[in-house]
């Protein structure tokens, strides 16, 4: 099996690999945007970086179970953003996923599509999970654009603290029945991504 900790997965516009003390800054960036928070359906982190940072370390050190967390980066080695499955549940075989492109610069250009089809594929390789769902703000449309360029389908709707999501879900005879095609839609469509979605909210 697969382990994180010496393992990258490569892509044509982007690759993923795990998450280093090198991110730290550029997360707390994020972190504290206002824009970035609502995309979230969160607030913005109030944290000093002192503070950040001694949360991160811990996360680093002692990783949550059941919880994998991966940064995006381009080719070239810019980190323009995160991705991680989590509440991984060996009874139902299932996990959530999340994602995070917190560099402007790489929205509406098919980078955050590509990195949830590697996520997707490292998962049904490297897990039993037979199913991975996600949940996104009702309003993001050019995200929910995105997860139905990598398989996901709208299977119902949710209400959470004051904000109104619907859940998507792909599970893993979808995504091996279909997998070249969804490569292939991310040739031929570069837009449709957005920059966050909730990550356990």
Known sequence: MITMSD???PGKKVKLRPKEWGDVQHDYEWARDPELARLDATLPVSLTLAEYISGYGEELRRPSQGRYRFAIETLDGQHIGNCMYY???????????????GDRAFW?????SEAICLLLGYIFRTTNVQKVYLHTLDWNIRAQHGFRKCGFVIEGYRQRDGFNFILMEVTRQQWEEKESQFSASLESSPGGDNSGQPQGK
């Open 108 to 112: 509406d250009k098919g980078y955050g």
């Open 7 to 9: 393992m990258v997965i």
């Open 87 to 101: 509440d991984l549940s060996e009874v139902n075989k299932q996990a959530e996923l999340g994602i995070l492109i």
